[in-house]
């Protein structure tokens, strides 16, 4: 509505006008608000690709499920807590649970099966990734291949009795494994734990990009939490040459105008000023490049279990961030299922604009409910189509 309407009365115009002074004042960039988001045109379920990770033998449902392709052909898949066992009479039966699996998927074939695989210790199903601090165990986040080795993002977690189940557990810091052999099959793997720095501060990796000479990876800043907004998003970096080298002193952090701007930033070695990119980020999603569409997607799950996934946009890693567009409203979000994990995956996308993406799902209530509806605990996918909004 413009100042001079009419309808508007003359507290009102004065009140726009000051706003509008303060904002011309304001030095030039202070009100880049980032790109458009896309545009939404469709969404829609893809059963036949859930339907390929829903297993009744051996590894019987998952959450996490990120992605990371091996070739052109071949996607590893990486999930956190998930069920060994089996599936009888619309029950699980004979299962244990362990902490982290993974998968290979064939993205080539019509039907995209996948192949499981997990740890065994006394010829009993175990972790596939072992964490070797005595009471933790890892629950995997996302990596990148780098000159032949894996490079895998992991959360350190531990028990925490105190709270309300399922919710039994804390996040102490997270590691990065690499993986030397990541083409052989996952128990087969031989695998070097790196410390990373601050892990007292940043909760690296919940999202990898390689972008020319960097891994840049989107992390989690608990600095800068708030008690709805818990897991606000940062970007360090490091060069690829420094990574290859196993030299973590050369991480980089995005970093907040020293001069007080609002948009403006700069890399630094400490991350003391750390530039908080958006607040209502995830502890685990994903920053792809946007097959189609300009720019690179930021993919999440709205905070709180709400149900909606939320996409963003941004011409660079650094940002600035559209603001959030809804993707997606989950079907399950009145159901008393907890809705979380939205991630894209653009190796199993089949046009552009088309991004593939999938979301877990679980109980609000004990264990005893996982093994009474064992359909819940199982990744959903979802096919979103978008067009171009420069």
């Not at 290979?104 to 019509?110: I, K, L, R, S, V």
């Not at 189940?165 to 734990?193: S, Y």
């Not at 093994?371 to 199982?378: G, H, I, K, N, W």
């Amino acid at each position: 509505m413009p100042l001079d309407d009419p309808r508007l009365s003359k507290a009102a115009r004065l009140s726009a006008a000051s706003v509008l002074n303060v904002l011309l004042a304001l030095p030039a960039g202070c009100l880049d608000e980032g790109p458009a988001p896309p545009v939404v045109t469709s969404a829609a379920p893809l059963p036949a690709l859930s339907a390929a990770f829903r297993s009744r033998d051996g590894w019987t449902g998952a959450d996490g499920a990120y992605s990371i392709p091996l070739d052109s052909q071949r996607t590893l898949w990486l999930f956190g807590d998930t069920f060994v066992g089996k599936i009888r009479g619309g029950r699980r039966r004979d299962t244990t649970m362990i902490h982290n699996s993974a998968a290979w998927q064939d993205t080539g074939g019509p039907d995209r099966p996948a192949r499981f695989f997990y740890g065994s210790r006394s010829g009993e199903a175990a972790d596939l990734l072992a964490c070797r601090q005595q009471g933790s165990w890892y629950w995997p986040c996302d990596g990148v291949l780098v000159d032949g080795r894996l490079f895998l993002f992991c959360m350190v977690v531990k028990e925490d009795p105190g709270m309300a189940e399922p919710f039994q557990f804390k996040v102490a810091r997270h590691d990065l494994l690499v993986i030397e052999n990541p083409q052989d099959e996952p128990p087969g793997w031989r695998i070097t734990t790196v410390y990373l720095p601050h892990a007292e501060r940043i909760s690296y990796g919940v999202s990898c990009l390689l972008d020319k000479e960097y891994l840049y990876a989107f992390s989690s800043y608990p600095p800068a939490a708030e008690p709805t907004l818990k897991h606000p998003l940062v970007l360090c970096r490091i060069r690829l040459d420094r990574l290859s080298a196993l030299d973590m002193s050369a991480w980089e952090y995005w970093s907040a105008d020293p001069e007080g701007g609002t948009t403006g930033g700069r890399w630094s070695r400490s991350p003391d000023r750390a530039a908080v990119l958006f607040r209502d980020a995830a502890p685990e999603m994903t920053v792809r490049p946007a097959g189609g569409i300009s720019g690179y997607l930021a993919c999440y799950m709205e905070p709180n279990f709400g149900g909606r996934i939320l996409l963003r946009r941004a011409l660079r890693p650094e940002g600035p961030w559209s603001e959030p567009v809804v993707a997606y409203s989950c079907p399950e979000r009145r159901k008393g299922i907890l809705l979380y994990s939205a991630k894209a995956h653009p190796e199993l996308v089949r046009r552009p604009g088309e991004v593939v993406i999938t979301y877990c799902r679980n109980l609000a209530g004990s264990l005893k409910a996982q093994l009474e509806q064992p359909f819940v605990y199982f990744p959903q996918f979802v096919r979103i189509c978008l067009k171009d909004r420069r």
